[in-house]
T-cell receptor, first 112, second 114 residues
Framework: ETGVTQSPTHLIKTRGQQVTLRCSSQ?????VSWYQQALGQGPQFIFQ???????GRGNFPPRFSGLQFPNYSSELNVNALELDDSALYLC???????????FGPGTRLLVL | DQQVKQNSPSLSVQEGRISILNCDYT??????FLWYKKYPAEGPTFLIS?????DKNEDGRFTVFLNKSAKHLSLHIVPSQPGDSAVYFC?????????????FGSGTQLTVLP
């Protein structure tokens, strides 16, 4: 059984650019959630996708957007990058929108 | 406003002894609590969870206790092993809409000394 995978592992961008992060959910999981973890803090919920629809969103601006595909993989897009967007971005999948979430290894984004 | 708090940034324990990690929450709507372990350069790994209708859940060396009146939960690891050294996150969620969003504490770095 394949776990949650994310790509790329590391990324460096400059302020104002756009970035796309990718996530493949664990086999049998139809729900993907995205989290942002700043240094020294716990992960913060960005949004969740269930059956290709956004069904929950945290306190993040609209320049954070996402997609879920029919195979349940997902993308996180961030437009107009700011220095404070530098963080570890974690994807988690679950077998339903209310089930235990299992995390991928994360993508570390550095915005210069 | 931190709804989930882990007040101890770090904890050191001797191998073979008990590790107790604590977590407090403020939102009385939380009904499901989880503990995750995180090694450097890896994502959080699910350890154990507990529903608010229970006060204890055990899985091998790991036991989670929930005190709803005090809005407090703790993770006990017995016996502690050097491989348990990691950052431990407490997370909580509430029934609300169709998504179960996790709210995390800031983590506790556990070091188990050989």
């Amino acid at each position: 059984e394949t776990g949650v995978t994310q790509s790329p592992t590391h990324l460096i961008k400059t302020r104002g650019q756009q970035v796309t992060l990718r996530c493949s959910s664990q086999s049998g999981h139809n729900t993907v959630s995205w989290y942002q973890q700043a240094l020294g803090q716990g992960p913060q919920f960005i949004f969740q996708y269930y059956r290709e629809e956004e069904n929950g969103r945290g306190n993040f601006p609209p320049r954070f957007s996402g997609l879920q595909f029919p195979n349940y993989s997902s993308e996180l897009n961030v437009n107009a990058l700011e220095l404070d967007d530098s963080a570890l971005y974690l994807c988690a999948s679950s077998a339903g929108s209310r089930e235990t979430q299992y995390f991928g290894p994360g993508t570390r984004l550095l915005v210069l | 406003d931190q709804q989930v708090k882990q007040n101890s940034p770090s904890l050191s324990v001797q191998e073979g002894r008990i590790s107790i990690l604590n977590c407090d929450y403020t939102n009385s709507m939380f009904d499901y609590f989880l503990w995750y372990k995180k090694y450097p350069a890896e994502g959080p790994t699910f350890l154990i969870s507990i529903s608010s209708i229970k006060d204890k859940n055990e899985d091998g060396r790991f036991t989670v206790f929930l005190n709803k009146s005090a809005k407090h939960l703790s993770l006990h690891i017995v016996p502690s092993q050097p491989g348990d050294s990691a950052v431990y996150f407490c997370a909580a969620s509430a029934v609300g809409g169709s998504a179960r969003q996790l709210t995390f504490g800031s983590g506790t770095q556990l070091t188990v000394l050989p």
